[in-house]
Nanobody
Framework: QVQLVESGGGLVQAGGSLRLSCAAS????MGWFRQAPGKEREFVAT????????SYADSVKGRFTISRDNAKKLVYLQMNNLKPEDTAVYHC????????????????WGQGTQVTVSS
């Protein structure tokens, strides 16, 4: 089974920045999803296996950047200008391609890391 381990979550003031990391056991298309209490899991961003193609939810465009370093087998989510509505548990996800990630098909999930943005 593919194991994903997230790190970098924490408490930050509105307007601040946070950088999440995800360590993957092998190369896949990767993505980030988030889930706030009482709400459904929400798509945040995906990146192709090569890192050449990225996709973002409208709510985070211009603020979040997904990237990867395949040599280190790490995927990052740089989050700038954080807002209270960004508060959620952020999950790293992996699948064979970005299409499967977006359709939630054959997806492996990390345990999640808490991001809390204060007003």
């Amino acid at each position: 089974q593919v194991q994903l381990v997230e790190s970098g979550g924490g408490l930050v003031q509105a307007g601040g920045s946070l950088r999440l990391s995800c360590a993957a056991s092998s190369r896949f298309a990767m993505g980030w999803f988030r889930q706030a209490p009482g709400k459904e899991r929400e798509f945040v961003a995906t990146i192709s296996w090569s890192g050449g193609i990225t996709s973002y939810a409208d709510s985070v465009k211009g603020r979040f950047t997904i990237s990867r370093d395949n040599a280190k087998k790490l995927v990052y989510l740089q989050m700038n200008n954080l807002k209270p509505e960004d508060t959620a548990v952020y999950h790293c996800a992996a699948s064979l391609n970005t299409e499967q990630l977006r359709s939630l098909t054959n997806v492996y999930w990390g345990q999640g890391t808490q991001v809390t943005v204060s007003s």
